[in-house]
Every structure is written in C-alpha cells, then in structure tokens.
C-alpha cells in the first residue's frame, strides 16, 4: 500500500466533506477506522453536508461528474483509482440523519 497515496485520499475526502457543510447550521465530521471483517481496515469521512443528490449518486465517481458550482470533477474519480490501485474499494452512502459518508477500505499491512 502506498501511504502517500491513501493519505491523499483521506485529505480529499475530508476536504469535500468540509465544503459539503459551509452552508449548513449543524457542522460535524467524523474520521473513524474499523476492522472489516475480509482483513481489511475501513476508513470513513462522515459528514453533515446535504448529502449525495440521488441524480449524482450512480455517477460520483465518474470522472467529470459534480456537484459543486466550481469542482472539476476529478477527485472522487482519482480516489476512486488510487483505492482500488491499493487493493481496496470506495463507496458513498447518504446518512439517514442528513450528510454523506465516504468509506474506503484499504488491506491490513
């Protein structure tokens, strides 16, 4: 696993969640590990932004695809490939309580 690489990740992570929240009254975020039970270790950025829109849901990880008024849409798609690059997977879920949470999972060293 290249560290460098997935620190990269979790930065651009964070930083989407923390945009995600600018506008919101509630402004929380949540960095949590746990061990998965494939021997892997899941890493998620939760926050308590809008969440994912269901019309960008199935496309967030394409390249070009966005939702922010100035994004280029090519951070989630490189995180996407740097994950899988490093044997893991990356996924976005919408909170129930509102916001979003990206977890990726990465094989325990």
Not at 42 to 57: C, F, R, Y
């Amino acid at each position: 696993m290249d560290k460098i690489q997935i620190q990269q990740v979790l930065v651009n992570l964070i930083r989407n969640a923390i945009e995600a929240m600018t506008s919101m009254p509630r402004r929380e975020l949540t960095v949590a590990t746990r061990r998965a039970a494939d021997e892997t270790v899941e890493i998620s950025v939760i926050d308590t932004g809008s969440g994912v829109a269901p019309e960008i849901k199935e496309k967030l990880f394409q390249p070009f695809v966005t939702s922010k008024a100035t994004g280029m849409g090519v951070g989630l798609s490189l995180c996407r490939s740097i994950v899988e690059a490093n044997g893991g997977r990356l996924w976005a879920e919408n909170n129930p309580a509102g916001g979003s949470a990206l977890r990726f999972t990465v094989p325990i060293a």
